[in-house]
């Protein structure tokens, strides 16, 4: 069975500053891993995924992940942060053999002046 | 804009009730996913089609159906409604059915009174 785990259900930075947002995951196969924003009253959008290509996987606004296997780690970085950047973000996982997205807690990002 | 369209987008009915949630996927998309976001239990998943047919299962109560029509809208049925069932609701489609290409709608925001 598959799961992630993100750690720290909030986060703040300052502006300008790095933004580090951890997921761990459990997967019995190799697998497809996932980073969603959730701006307020909005719906889920793709920030990034990772199916197995290079593993830095780079991004929409900046931002970037690196799937370290050894550390069954995917989190998510951004060099500077900016005010826009404030959202929920999601680590998902999905198994190769399997459609559906199995979602972490979720990380609210706040983004200070 | 995902190109995938819910409605409504707000729903606020009383306990015992039964309400639909209508979904359009992107033009082409042959697979519909639906999730649920509670506060409680996070984002789940609840259901897949592809194409009209059933293609997999997650949480969903029994109370809760769902189909895809010919024209590939998708419709969640949601009965004898409990105060629980608040949640905000999301569609997602995908063109061949995998979950790497899906992208989300904004949501069905249900209240239940």
């Known amino acids: 069975a598959q799961s992630v785990t993100q750690l720290g259900s909030h986060v703040s930075v300052s502006e300008g500053a790095l933004v580090l947002l951890r997921c761990n995951y459990s997967s019995s196969v190799p697998p497809y891993l996932f980073w969603y924003v959730q701006y307020p009253n909005q719906g889920l959008q793709l920030l990034l995924k990772y199916t197995s290509a290079a593993t830095l996987v780079k991004g929409i606004n900046g931002f970037e992940a690196e799937f370290k296997k050894s550390e069954t780690s995917f989190h998510l970085t951004k060099p500077s942060a900016h005010m826009s950047d404030a959202a929920e973000y999601f680590c998902a996982v999905s198994a190769r053999n399997t459609d559906k997205l199995i979602f972490g807690t979720g990380t609210r990002l706040q983004v200070f002046p | 804009d995902s190109g995938v369209t819910q409605t409504p987008k707000h729903l606020i009915t009383a306990t015992g009730q039964r309400v639909t949630l209508r979904c359009s996927p992107r033009?082409?998309?042959?697979?519909v996913y639906w999730y649920q976001q509670s506060l409680d239990q996070g984002l789940q998943f609840l259901i897949q089609y592809y194409n009209g047919e059933e293609r997999a299962k997650g949480n969903i109560l029994e109370r809760f159906s769902a189909q895809q029509f010919p024209d590939l809208h998708s419709e969640l049925n949601l009965s004898s409604l409990e105060l629980g069932d608040s949640a905000l609701y999301f569609c997602?489609?995908?063109?061949?059915?995998?979950?790497?290409?899906?992208?989300f709608g904004q949501g069905t925001r249900l209240t239940v009174v």
């Open positions: 033009s082409g998309d042959l697979s």
């Open positions: 997602a489609s995908s063109h061949r059915g995998r979950n790497t290409e899906a992208f």
